[in-house]
């Protein structure tokens, strides 16, 4: 299985891809920069990749779920409630293309600030 890294600052979050059209466009353009910007407890950044959403595209996330925003070309990745929580679920803004799994807790996530580096590599 292949898998990415995204390194934001001192966290480091390993990525299992799952085997869509949006996880391999994201890992051809492998490796590339950006910088953080948070949506209540969500991390998201922009990639070089343009994509349509996918034909099962969702907003509400499971824990560990790396998505990409379509609307923003961006990465998504929820750790927590949003703005667009109802409840306790992980709500993006929009529907978003599930294309990876986190190794590890997404919880880490909440040490990283806006403006944060980020390194996206194969790894």
Avoid: H
């Avoid at 949006?22 to 990749?49: D, H, I, K």
Wanted: hydrophobic content about 40%.
């Amino acid at each position: 299985m292949r898998k990415m890294k995204i390194t934001m600052g001192q966290v480091v979050l390993e990525v299992e891809l799952l085997d869509t059209p949006t996880a391999q466009r994201l890992y051809e353009a492998l490796p590339f920069q950006a910088s953080a910007n948070t949506w209540g407890e969500e991390v998201y950044f922009s990639t070089p990749v343009g994509m349509d959403q996918e034909p099962d595209a969702r907003d509400v996330m499971e824990p560990g779920d790396i998505a990409y925003w379509p609307l923003g070309s961006a990465i998504a990745i929820a750790f927590g409630r949003t703005p667009a929580s109802q409840g306790d679920e992980l709500r993006l803004a929009s529907p978003c293309n599930v294309w990876g799994r986190a190794i590890g807790d997404v919880k880490q996530l909440a040490a990283v600030s806006p403006g944060t580096e980020i390194r996206c590599e194969k790894g």
